[in-house]
């Protein structure tokens, strides 16, 4: 029995030994990743060992809604997100990217009234601002909702022939030629092999991680911001607007009153059954709001009915971010309230309206006056936060 524990405690012995030294061998033979084309590409602006910060934000605890699903925002694919949104690899001829039409100064929209892509082609539509994408109920995407999620609108406009080119027509490369151009980056390499243990460029891949960068995008420090954190909720008036702003909150939110012909007669203007606070994003079941017009042509397009949420319309001191509207057609919030305060719907001009605009089926008229229409404005200025336009972490991350 000695001799038996001697074995035995030399096996063990051995073993112990042996999985010390393979510890050792494991710890000492292990090679610091340096990152290198990283440091090349984006110096300060991207630290690996310090990733900036996507997946822990705090909202208000008033914001309930979230479309993000199964795609859970971690830093470093938002990270990834963050370099293909501003990379302009991602065009046929490095000419532009994703964020050449949703500018960071404009809380991601474009001031013009179709963006411009490659070679000379312009986009159909005016393009929509991303500020808050991922709180809204509405999971589809496109003003024409074409997209069944953010996922699957990312890469649309990378393929589409007029935007990015990579349409696979007319003598352009495939989606396939992006996923060689961007496995031949040095620093997708490094990105890739951190966030997801390999390096391989997949549009799956592409699409879950600008898909997060974007959801990213948050603002939640307006004014409107500060009173509704004071209250209950938003039908009380908020201590730090003006008379002018709670009025036009009261307005915006309350339904109206119409009479037979479509006049309204009493109440507020209803804005808030389409746009409804505090996310301000819109209703998924609403239709087309009036506007059938092509920001590119003179048609007819009446099959826009998604909206981005009402929040950063303005800056804090007032100016437009982008014209409003798929077609870009009006310039500022007047021009919007003034589009629904008379809704002119002649027969069989637009079976898509939605009936809300239509009660009786006949177009509202809303017979706002001055004040009113200088109240709600005031209210809707409320909405414009400050840090979207500042925070770096969804800033341009590229030497350039």
Known sequence: MKNVHNVISTIGLFVIVAVACSKKESVNTQIPVSYEAIKTAFGDNINMNNLAEYAGQTKPNYILKDNTGG????????????VL????????????????????????????????????????????????????VERKFFWDERAGSLELQTTQPIQDHAELGFSGINGRPGFSALLSKLQALAYYNELFKFAYND?????????????????SIQSFD????????????????????????????????????????????GGGIGC?????????????????????????????????????????????????????????????????????????????QNPNLDPRLAPNGIGQKLNLTENEITAVVAFLETLAGTNVYTDKKWSDPFLR
């Open 71 to 82: 795609n859970t925002i971690t830093n470093s694919k938002a990270t990834i997100g963050r």
């Open 85 to 136: 949104f501003y990379d302009k690899s991602l065009s046929v001829n490095n000419s532009i990217s994703c964020a050449s039409c949703h500018k960071q100064e404009f809380a991601f929209s474009d001031p013009e009234i179709v963006s411009s892509g490659i070679s000379g082609g312009i986009t159909q539509r005016h393009s929509m601002r991303l500020v808050n994408s991922r709180f809204a």
């Open 199 to 215: 390096i391989n460029v997949t549009e799956a891949r592409i699409q879950e991680c600008l898909a997060q960068f974007i959801r």
């Open 222 to 265: 307006s004014k409107y911001d500060v009173g509704r954190a004071m209250v209950a909720n938003d039908n009380q008036n908020f201590p730090n607007f003006t008379q002018a702003e709670n009025a036009g909150k009261n307005l915006f939110m309350a339904p109206p009153a119409f009479d037979s012909n479509s006049n309204r007669i």
């Open 272 to 348: 808030n059954s389409c746009h409804n606070a505090p996310e301000f994003d819109i209703d998924p079941n609403t239709r087309n709001n009036g506007i059938i017009g092509q920001a590119s042509g003179n048609g007819r397009d009446l099959t826009n009915t998604r909206s981005p949420t009402l929040r950063d319309l303005t800056k804090t001191d007032r100016r437009v971010n982008n014209p409003m509207m798929h077609t870009g057609a009006i310039a500022g919030l007047r021009g919007v309230v003034n589009h629904y305060n008379s809704i002119n719907l002649g027969p069989g």
